[in-house]
């Protein structure tokens, strides 16, 4: 029963349909469970709650992320599935914080759209991303003066920095950013990874990031390697 229950959210993961009222991808679905009630049907069976994170949220997302590498999705199907796993993320929660569903962070990622910038999609998709891979995220929000996320980071203990910028003109409050780090004398303690449309691997060894992450699911393989791996 667990089984086909855990297939049905990959499925309306795959959809993008968050709840019974949305049509999904390719047919019209309304009326039948989405992402969201499908996870509280799992809880309510006593399904293991990482079973529902990691088997269900988690891998749709990683097809849905194949899917877009292929072409086969474009970014308004791949936000529909992460609005989606957000929602349901939000269900969860609770149930990841005590009791069965408890486990250790992988590490603590503090995420930003810096200064000046009020974009927050590609930031918030990549939150839902890392929270799915088990990583503690504080998310900011936009317009984050460097000072600000410097305190943050401080009084959080994180060991991951993300940065996000859609604009040109708002590219240098990532550098001063790093900038700050150093100047708190807590560079070495952090690593820091950028992404945003203007941005690139080379703007990243530029200003002195870890990493450049072209995509939510590229930032999730790098959150990964440098748990594992340090970073560089």
Do not use: W
């Not at 474009?74 to 599935?81: E, G, N, R, S, T």
């Amino acid at each position: 029963m667990s089984e086909d229950l855990i297939s049905q959210i990959i499925e309306n993961v795959l959809q993008g349909r968050r709840n019974k009222n949305d049509e999904g991808l390719d047919d019209d679905l309304t009326g039948q469970p989405g992402v969201v009630e499908l996870v509280e049907e799992g809880l309510q069976q006593g399904v293991d709650v990482e079973k529902i994170l990691v088997d269900g949220l988690s891998h749709g997302m990683n097809l849905v992320g194949e899917k877009y590498e292929k072409g086969e999705y474009f970014i308004p199907d791949m936000l529909a599935a992460a609005e989606a796993v957000g929602e349901a993320m939000e269900v969860l929660e609770p149930h990841l914080a005590s009791g069965e569903g408890a486990r250790e962070s992988k590490a603590k990622v503090v995420m930003a759209t810096v200064e000046k910038d009020q974009h927050d999609i590609g930031k918030n998709l990549v939150c839902i991303m890392l929270r799915g891979a088990g990583f503690s995220v504080v998310d900011m929000g936009v317009n984050v003066p460097a000072p600000r996320i410097i305190e943050t980071m401080k009084e959080e203990n994180a060991q991951i920095l993300g940065l996000s910028a859609l604009l040109d003109t708002t590219m240098p409050f990532m550098a001063q950013t790093i900038e700050e780090l150093e100047k708190e004398g807590i560079r070495d303690k952090v690593k820091v990874m950028i992404g945003g449309a203007p941005t690139s691997e080379e703007f990243a060894r530029e200003i002195g990031a870890d990493a450049h992450g072209k995509d939510a699911f590229a930032a999730v393989k790098i959150a990964e390697k440098m748990t594992t791996e340090g970073g560089r």
